[in-house]
C-alpha cells in the first residue's frame, strides 16, 4: 500500500473525470490498454459478460482510432486483459455517484491483486515488454455504478506518477446496461477531456452551449449507437488532435 506521505502527494495530484485533466495531452501512438474484470465474489461476472465487455472496449476503442484519422493522427490500441478465468476480488468497492469524492485507490488495489507491486510497477512492464508509450487501465466491476475515471490534473508539469484510467460498472444505476460510448467517454477523460454536460463541476449554462456547439459530442451525451457521437473541436484540442486554440475553449473549463 502506498505509505502515508505517498497517499497526501498522490491524493492532492488526483483529479476525477468530471474535473480538470491533461490539457492537450496527445492522444496518438501506440498506448496499451489493461482491462480488469472485478467482483466482491458474491455477484460474479460470466464468461458471456465478460466476453461482451471486452467486445465493447474493442468496439470504443476503434472508434477512437476512426475519430482520431478524421483529424490526422494514427493510434494503435493493444489490448490486454486479467480476470478472464476467475473474477479478481476486491473489498469495499467503490460504486461511484458523480460526487467527485469516489475511491481513487481501485486502480492501485486492483493492479496488486494481480501481482503488481503498484501502478508504477505495471508501467515499467508495458515500455518493457511491448511497443507501447503509454498505458491506461480499465477496470469493469460487476453490478451497478456511475463510471469515473482518474488523471493527473492539466497543470501538473510533469509525467503523471500514477497509472490513469477509468472505473466501468456493468450497468448504469438505472440498472440500464452499459453503453460502448461510456468506454470512450472514460477513456478520453484520461487523455484530457472534459464533459460538456451539467454535473457538479460544469454548469447547466455550459451544457446548452455545448448542445448548440456540439450536439453530438461524446463528452455531452451518451448513445447506444456509437456511430451517432463524435469527437467536438474542443475535445480534440484537449486530447492533442486539434492544436489550434480559440480563447473561448476555457469558458467550458470546469470550475
Same mark, same amino acid.
Given at each position: 500500500?502506498?505509505?502515508?506521505?505517498?497517499?497526501?502527494?498522490?491524493?492532492?495530484?488526483?483529479?476525477?473525470?468530471n474535473?480538470?485533466?491533461?490539457?492537450?495531452?496527445?492522444?496518438?501512438?501506440?498506448?496499451?490498454?489493461?482491462?480488469?474484470?472485478?467482483?466482491?465474489?458474491?455477484?460474479?461476472?460470466?464468461?458471456?459478460?465478460?466476453?461482451?465487455?471486452?467486445?465493447?472496449?474493442?468496439?470504443?476503442?476503434?472508434?477512437?482510432?476512426?475519430?482520431?484519422?478524421?483529424?490526422?493522427?494514427?493510434?494503435?490500441?493493444?489490448?490486454?486483459?486479467?480476470?478472464?478465468?476467475?473474477?479478481?476480488?476486491?473489498?469495499?468497492?467503490?460504486?461511484?455517484?458523480?460526487?467527485?469524492?469516489?475511491?481513487? $485507490?481501485?486502480?492501485?488495489?486492483?493492479?496488486?491483486?494481480?501481482?503488481?507491486?503498484?501502478?508504477?510497477?505495471? $508501467?515499467?512492464?508495458?515500455?518493457?515488454? $511491448?511497443?507501447?508509450?503509454?498505458?491506461?487501465?480499465?477496470?469493469?466491476?460487476?453490478?451497478?455504478g456511475?463510471a469515473?475515471?482518474?488523471a493527473c490534473p492539466?497543470?501538473?508539469?510533469?509525467?503523471?506518477?500514477?497509472?490513469?484510467?477509468?472505473?466501468?460498472?456493468?450497468?448504469?444505476?438505472?440498472?440500464?446496461?452499459?453503453?460502448?460510448?461510456?468506454?470512450?467517454?472514460?477513456?478520453l477523460? $484520461?487523455?484530457?477531456?472534459?464533459?460538456?454536460?451539467?454535473?457538479?463541476?460544469?454548469?447547466?449554462?455550459?451544457?446548452?452551449?455545448?448542445?448548440?456547439?456540439?450536439?453530438?459530442?461524446?463528452?455531452?451525451?451518451?448513445?447506444?449507437?456509437?456511430?451517432?457521437?463524435?469527437?467536438?473541436?474542443?475535445?480534440?484540442?484537449?486530447?492533442?488532435?486539434?492544436?489550434?486554440a480559440?480563447d473561448?475553449?476555457w469558458?467550458?473549463?470546469?470550475k
Amino acid at each position: 500500500m502506498f505509505n502515508i506521505k505517498r497517499n497526501i502527494y498522490i491524493s492532492l495530484l488526483l483529479v476525477f473525470c468530471n474535473q480538470l485533466s491533461a490539457q492537450n495531452d496527445d492522444l496518438s501512438g501506440n498506448i496499451y490498454i489493461l482491462s480488469c474484470f472485478i467482483s466482491d465474489g458474491v455477484d460474479q461476472w460470466t464468461s458471456n459478460e465478460k466476453n461482451n465487455m471486452l467486445t465493447q472496449t474493442n468496439e470504443a476503442l476503434q472508434w477512437i482510432t476512426k475519430q482520431g484519422k478524421s483529424y490526422g493522427k494514427d493510434i494503435n490500441f493493444e489490448h490486454g486483459c486479467f480476470g478472464i478465468e476467475y473474477d479478481i476480488v476486491i473489498d469495499h468497492i467503490e460504486r461511484g455517484k458523480a460526487t467527485g469524492k469516489e475511491d481513487f $485507490t481501485m486502480i492501485e488495489r486492483t493492479l496488486r491483486k494481480i501481482g503488481f507491486k503498484d501502478q508504477n510497477d505495471l $508501467t515499467k512492464w508495458v515500455k518493457t515488454n $511491448t511497443k507501447n508509450k503509454d498505458v491506461k487501465v480499465l477496470v469493469f466491476v460487476k453490478g451497478t455504478g456511475n463510471a469515473y475515471c482518474i488523471a493527473c490534473p492539466y497543470y501538473y508539469p510533469m509525467e503523471c506518477p500514477f497509472v490513469e484510467g477509468a472505473i466501468i460498472y456493468e450497468k448504469y444505476w438505472s440498472n440500464r446496461p452499459l453503453a460502448t460510448t461510456t468506454i470512450a467517454h472514460e477513456l478520453l477523460h $484520461t487523455f484530457g477531456a472534459w464533459d460538456l454536460y451539467h454535473t457538479f463541476e460544469q454548469t447547466q449554462e455550459q451544457e446548452n452551449k455545448a448542445r448548440i456547439l456540439f450536439p453530438n459530442s461524446i463528452m455531452l451525451k451518451i448513445e447506444y449507437n456509437i456511430d451517432k457521437s463524435n469527437v467536438d473541436e474542443l475535445t480534440a484540442w484537449l486530447i492533442g488532435w486539434n492544436k489550434i486554440a480559440k480563447d473561448w475553449y476555457w469558458w467550458f473549463k470546469p470550475k
